[in-house]
């Protein structure tokens, strides 16, 4: 039968029929080198190869979408995708390990293996950055929280309890993606080595020869690289053994200029090109234009150069998983907590949605590749909807919440990672409860807590919330957040006998580089409290964690009577039921102040009105047929009810 239909299906087949595809043009005739910087243009397996990478990072996507997302990028005609490794994801706790069945609540994003062989069966080549740091915007820059027990570990150097961690970590890694490597069959073509280590205040290049002899003790034998800014010169590499590549968001004559003058006579490559930005809460969204994009990612291409586009698909950063910077201090003072979506304005939206960006690739890219494979056809996208709107049908006071935790008592204030929970791994992630009993306070009493809070604060006097609701960004200045130096409240007007009092810090995210190594949450050290002029010691601390295990065993939800919502911190509940048509939404929060929203016991991420980011990304895969439990910590004041939205939601602060 021949009509129009067949017709079209033929020609566009037939167009592309002789193309090989990548690993049939590559390794076609069996595999004998890998990627090669032994001449002043990159081969792999022998042949020219011009690298067209897009950021990607597995645990930033839910894992049901990986697929879409690397034919997506395959589909643009690169050749290449890059990942991070985050260590705190993979080794949770002091020794224990997850590659995805190691039973920790992110456990279904860390299928590293399954992600490698998802890429290959996309036709795509991998480049890994397993750091062990990764900045990367993540908290801590990726570095377990429970590192910070150990006051000996000096992160990022050549201290010995620090390597020991490290080598044990890199032992239990390597050997996964060392059977993943090109010439093993694999689609790891390059495996970088630490992670702009030219920015870090404390160069160590007895640490980076550390790192290069574990990472060749365990059988990798592809390309090892680095990379860093232009302006770090060599600090951050080791001249001869890794190959140096550049970061930079524009002026690639400038930038390629160095870098050949660097390394003459080797191929050019940028590891991390901006097509645009991420955003901090109360930072304006960041975006780059279609235009300076392309000239600036032309620029990249015809110079000629390999490229790594940082973010290619930027994603979500998940429940309590966002990094901070700071600038010059490490007492928290110049705190930036990241947003929870990671959308980074990158050329496939949060949810994997194509921008203008994307059709600038892929022409571009087809414009300027000399090797033609076969590129699929674009994935028809994700769908979406705007589930209608949900009561609250019910909610737990603060005090309920606090009574399912357990507490401990000490005599000493402890930071979260120092609390002896999680087989001695301390706490990582969420709120600390600090809490006296039985306090007489006298009318006009003050509580003031040293130094700067880490990160966030509410006071609760028999759990009612004295401190102030988050009213606009300028609030961030006053009690209750990180930029004072010793915070000062007010507690009570009148004579209160036998009270309790709690003192709520939220770990709003790690900072993930520059000053870092101070990174404790919680109260500790350098704050003392004071009522009055009398400290307080003798606390009972309580964790609330708000783990799968924990959210999925909370009961005793109250009815909320129609507009009776209390203020303070409580958890509201939602219950969204669904048949077969199930599909990606958006939770619109922003009729809400600050908290948390867990879904199905997963803790999708963190919100605050203040901006930008008004919606949360939530995949249609975490929901199920049936009931979908949405549960939300809010610290302040709870809205009437849930909403959805089928699109992001960005606001002005
Ligand atoms: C590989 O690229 C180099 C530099 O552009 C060029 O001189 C050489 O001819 C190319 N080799 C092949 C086989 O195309
Ligand atoms: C990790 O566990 C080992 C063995 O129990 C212990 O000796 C070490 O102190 C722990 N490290 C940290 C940072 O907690
Ligand atoms: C608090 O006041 C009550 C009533 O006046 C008194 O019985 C109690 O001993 C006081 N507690 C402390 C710790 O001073
Ligand atoms: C904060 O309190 C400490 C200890 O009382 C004091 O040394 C320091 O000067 C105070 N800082 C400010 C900014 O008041």
Known sequence: MYNILTFHFVLAFASCADLPTLYEYYTGDGVTSGLSVDQPYFTLNGKNITIYSGAMHYFRIPPQHWRDRLRKLRAAGL????????????????????????????????DLEGYLTAAQEEDLLVIVRPGPYICAEWEWGGYPSWLLRDENVKIRTAEATYMEYVERYFNTLLPILAKYQFTNGGPIVAVQVENEYGYSPEIDKEYLQQLYDIVKNNDIVELLVTSDGASSGTSGTLPGLLFQTVNFGGDAATVFGILEGLQPGKPLMGMEFYPGWLDHWTDVHHTVTDNDFKNNYEDVLSYPASVNL??????????????????????????????????????????????????????????????????????????????????????????????????????????????????????????????????????????????????????????????????????????????????????????????????????????????????????????????????????????????????????????????????????????????????DTFIDMSEWNKGLVIVNGFVLGKYAFIGPQQTLYLPGPFLQPGNNEIIIFEHFKPASAVKFSKDTIFNTP
Not at 80 to 107: A, C, K, Q
Not at 418 to 437: A, C, H
Not at 438 to 461: E, F
């Open 79 to 110: 050749n290449t995708v890059e990942t991070y490794i985050p260590w705190n994801l993979h080794e949770p706790r002091n020794g224990s390990f997850d590659f995805g069945s190691g039973g920790s609540d992110m456990e279904m994003f860390l």
């Open 310 to 583: 940082y973010m290619f698909h930027g994603g979500t950063n998940w429940g309590f998983l966002n990094g901070a910077s700071i600038e010059s201090s490490d007492d928290n003072s110049e705190f930036e907590p990241c947003t929870t979506s990671y959308d980074y304005d990158a050329p496939l939206t949060e949810a994997g949605d194509y921008t203008s960006k994307y059709d600038i690739i892929k022409e571009l890219v087809a414009q300027y590749n000399p090797v033609q494979t076969l590129t699929p056809e674009p994935p028809a996208l994700v769908e979406r909807q705007a589930y209608p709107d949900l009561p609250i049908d019910g909610q737990l006071s603060f005090n309920d919440i606090v009574s399912k935790t357990t507490s401990i008592p000490s005599t000493m204030i402890l930071s979260m990672e120092q609390l002896p929970i999680n087989d001695n791994s301390g706490q990582s992630y969420g709120y600390s409860v600090y809490r006296q009993e039985g306090l007489n306070i006298t009318a006009d009493s003050t509580l003031t807590i040293t130094g700067h809070i880490r990160d966030t604060v509410m006071i609760l006097i028999d759990g009612v919330l004295i401190s102030n609701p988050l009213s606009s960004s300028d609030d961030l200045n006053n009690f209750g957040y990180w930029r004072l130096d010793n915070s000062t409240i007010t507690l009570t007007t009148s004579d209160l006998t036998e009270v309790t009092l709690d003192i709520v810090i939220e770990n709003w995210g790690r900072a993930n580089g520059g000053l870092f190594y101070h990174q404790l949450k919680g109260l500790m050290d350098d704050n003392h409290v004071y009522l009055n002029d009398q400290e307080l010691t003798y606390w009972l601390i309580y964790p609330l964690e708000f783990k799968k295990s924990f959210n999925n065993e909370l009961s005793g939800w109250n009815s909320v009577e129609d507009g009776d919502l209390p203020k303070g911190p409580g958890l509201y509940r939602a219950t969204l039921t669904l048949s077969d048509d199930i599909t």
